[in-house]
Each structure stands twice: as structure tokens, then as C-alpha cells.
């Protein structure tokens, strides 16, 4: 399926089904992250229950900190 | 009349009055590692009236790539980061009060250091310092800008107290170790990145331009050409410890007892007295000269080799960083054994 992250174009497996499966997808499952999904937040306990589907348009943000 | 500043009030959003205002106010700075040496010079070079620069680390050889304010003759001779920022500073700017505190900050230090602050800048390298600001922050109803960066990766956010969520919202959790620096490397134009967009939005409150900032959590990834920016304004909550409706800033009580730390990535244990002291330096090189191993020292603090694994360096303020080690155990009876 075909996703729109942070503004590019980006094949994913059809097996990613969550927001959580998405995250470990891109190796960000032990990052705090905030998610984006057409233009709404999405709360972090609701990761694991909400779907990711073919077009959408996801911006995740991971926090680091480096100095 | 000096024409400085000329090509900053000609930029219509500042003009002779923002000027005027970025002269009259005072920025604290946390730490003068690559993210506080970009902010540094820049907002001294802006004009700013008055900068508090606070760094608990000295220079070394690895920093000069990107940490812009430094040179060799730092890293050789080891100068504390908040000093040898200062000279510099001074050097560039010398119409501005520059101050520097060679100092771990923690409860104590931080209600000290915001008295009279307008703005707190974040160059940490550590949520447990940032969440410290971060309560401070609110307390004292002062914005800070949180900056990050690691590998070509960076990001930003402004966190303005009654307006926007704060870090304590945004996080929820602690993150813990994760990449830093010392493990996957940093590029200085990822470095420069997140300076340009804290100093922006640093100029923008300074010239109390609040309708100009950005809302926005910025993230990018230089090397992947990726750029991202949220509207994080919903995920405030009522019910935060730090911001919400019944406040408790859980981080100001939390960090005050501690008193070692291991310095991320950086195989350092840092060891503070239970009160800060003021210690003789000469005597103390002495003393550990006896004691065998190789001493060295600057006015600010003196270097021990202990072997070939272990380092320590003393500063004045009775602060220890025993570096060649993660365990604070041993970090302590190394400590103990050489310093009483």
C-alpha cells in the first residue's frame, strides 16, 4: 500500500495494519513519537487499534535528545 | 552612530523598535554544547541585552566539528564550555552582558538562574534537564524553545506557557536512552537547522511578535530530505502535571536529590558533593600527584588519569565527572578512594 509520510511518497507492506505495526515498520516502536493521520493527532494509546490504509497521509515526529 | 544592527531593523518585522526590545531582554541558556554555541552567537550578534549561558561540561576534541564557538586551544587546554563560550561571546559582541555559570543545573540552581528571564533556551542534551525547564517554565510563566538534533535528524517546538501544550504533554513519557550523539554521530547542518528555528522564534518573543510563531512541533531529516510540521495545539492536557488546571511541576521536586548521573553515550559518571563546595585546585593537584597517576589543570579544574581506563576532573565547585565508566558504583568508590 501506498502512504504519504512526512510529505513523501512511501511503499509499506500490506501486513502493516496499525499505526503501532506502522511505527515498528519504520523501527520507531521504542521512540516517544507523535502521529499525524490526515491531519489529526492521534492519541498515544490509540496507536495500537487505529488502521492505516492505502492513501493516507501520516506525519510522524520522533523526539531525540541530542544537543 | 554604529550601523550593527542596520540590516536587522531594516527587516521590517523587527525594525528600530524590535531592536529596541531585543535589547532590553535577558535569555538563559541551558547548556553550550553545538545546539547552545549556534543559539549563543546568534542571538549576541542579534543584540540581545543580556544571555546567561549554563554548561556543566569542558571542551573536547570531538566538539570543535560542530560546536562553533570553540577552538583548539580549548579542547587542549580542557576550558569549561560556559567559559570559554563567554570569551568568545565577549570577543563578538561586547556590548552585550554575557554571563556564564560552569554549573550542573538542577532545582536548586534553575529558580536561581530564571530571576529576570524572558526566555529560556534549551541546548540540553537530556530529558531530565528539559523537564526541569519545562516546569520552570510554567511556574514562572517564561516560554521555552526545546531543540534536538541527532545523525542529519532534528527538531523544535515552542512551548508558550497558557497558550500551547507543554513538553510534559507532548511526551507523556520519559523517553529513555535512544540515539544520541556519541552513538550514531551528528552532522553540523542538522545542528544549524534546529538553531535557525529556535533563534527565529527566540526573535519573534523577544520582539513580543507573538502572532509570528510558528504552533507548529518542526521535525526534518536532512539526509532523507524529509520535513515535517504538526499542529500539536490539541494534544494540551487539563489533567498535566506541569500545565494543567492543578499543577505540581513534579519534575522541580523529583531531579533535586539527585546527586550522580551517567552522561548519555558518554561513559561518564557525574558525581556531585551533597553541598557545592569551594575547592582549592592547587592543593587538590598536589594531593593527587602524591597519590600517582598523571594531574593536570586550568584555573577551572583539575584532570586526573587515574590508569589507562579511568579520568576524573575536578571542578571548583566540587563536581566530579569519572569519566571511562557507566557504573555509578564504581564511578562512587573511585571517587571515595581518590577524593575522601
Not at chain 1, 2 to 7: A, D, Q, T, V, Y
Not at chain 1, 17 to 25: K, N
Not at chain 2, 265 to 271: L, M
Request: charged share 25%.
Amino acid at each position: 500500500m501506498k502512504l504519504h509520510i512526512n510529505g513523501e511518497s512511501v511503499e509499506v507492506p500490506n501486513s502493516v495494519d496499525s499505526v503501532t505495526e506502522l511505527l515498528t515498520h519504520f523501527q520507531l516502536q521504542d521512540k516517544v513519537v507523535i502521529v499525524e493521520l490526515n491531519k489529526h493527532i492521534l492519541e498515544k494509546e490509540n496507536h495500537a487499534l487505529t488502521t492505516v490504509t492505502d492513501g493516507d497521509r501520516i506525519e510522524i515526529v520522533h523526539f531525540v535528545g541530542g544537543g | 552612530m554604529s550601523d550593527r544592527y542596520s540590516r536587522q531593523t531594516l527587516f521590517a518585522p523587527i525594525g528600530e523598535k524590535g531592536q529596541e526590545l531585543i535589547s532590553q531582554k535577558h535569555v538563559l541558556l541551558i547548556g553550550a554544547g553545538a545546539l547552545g554555541t549556534g543559539n549563543a552567537e546568534a542571538l549576541v550578534r542579534a543584540g540581545i541585552g543580556k544571555l546567561t549561558i549554563v554548561d556543566r561540561d569542558y571542551v573536547e576534541w570531538s566538539n570543535l566539528q560542530r560546536q562553533q564557538l570553540y577552538h583548539e586551544a580549548d579542547a587542549t587546554n580542557r576550558m569549561p564550555k560556559a567559559i570559554a563560550a563567554e570569551k568568545r561571546l565577549k570577543e563578538i559582541n561586547s556590548e552585550v552582558d554575557v554571563v556564564a555559570h560552569v554549573m550542573d543545573v538542577t532545582t536548586e540552581e534553575i529558580e536561581l538562574l530564571v530571576e529576570g528571564v524572558d526566555l529560556i533556551l534549551d541546548a540540553t542534551d537530556n530529558f531530565d534537564t528539559r523537564l526541569l525547564v519545562n516546569d520552570i517554565s510554567q511556574k514562572h510563566q517564561i516560554p521555552w524553545i526545546y531543540g534536538a538534533c541527532v545523525g542529519s535528524y532534528g527538531l523544535s517546538y515552542t512551548i508558550f506557557p497558557g497558550k500551547t501544550p507543554c513538553l510534559n504533554c507532548l511526551l507523556e513519557t520519559v523517553p529513555l536512552g535512544g540515539a544520541t550523539c556519541d552513538t550514531v554521530g551528528i552532522i553540523s547542518p542538522a545542528v544549524q537547522m534546529v538553531v535557525a528555528y529556535q533563534v527565529t522564534e527566540a526573535l519573534k518573543i523577544l520582539v513580543e511578535d507573538d502572532e509570528a510563531l510558528r504552533n507548529k512541533l518542526v521535525s526534518f531529516d536532512l539526509w532523507k530530505n524529509q520535513h515535517t510540521a504538526i499542529n500539536v495545539s490539541k494534544a494540551k492536557k487539563e489533567s498535566c502535571k506541569s500545565c494543567g488546571s492543578e499543577p505540581t511541576y513534579p519534575y522541580l521536586s523529583a531531579g533535586s536529590h539527585t546527586k550522580t548521573a551517567v552522561l548519555c553515550g558518554r561513559d561518564t559518571v557525574q558525581i556531585r558533593p551533597p553541598e557545592p563546595k569551594e575547592i582549592n585546585l592547587e592543593q587538590l593537584a598536589e594531593t593527587l600527584q602524591n597519590q600517582g597517576g598523571k594531574v593536570d589543570q586550568n584555573p577551572f579544574l583539575v584532570n586526573f588519569s587515574i590508569n589507562d581506563e579511568h579520568r576524573m576532573v575536578i571542578f571548583q565547585d566540587g563536581r566530579v565527572l569519572v569519566h571511562g565508566t557507566k557504573d555509578i558504583a564504581e564511578a562512587k568508590s573511585l571517587y571515595h578512594r581518590y577524593l575522601g
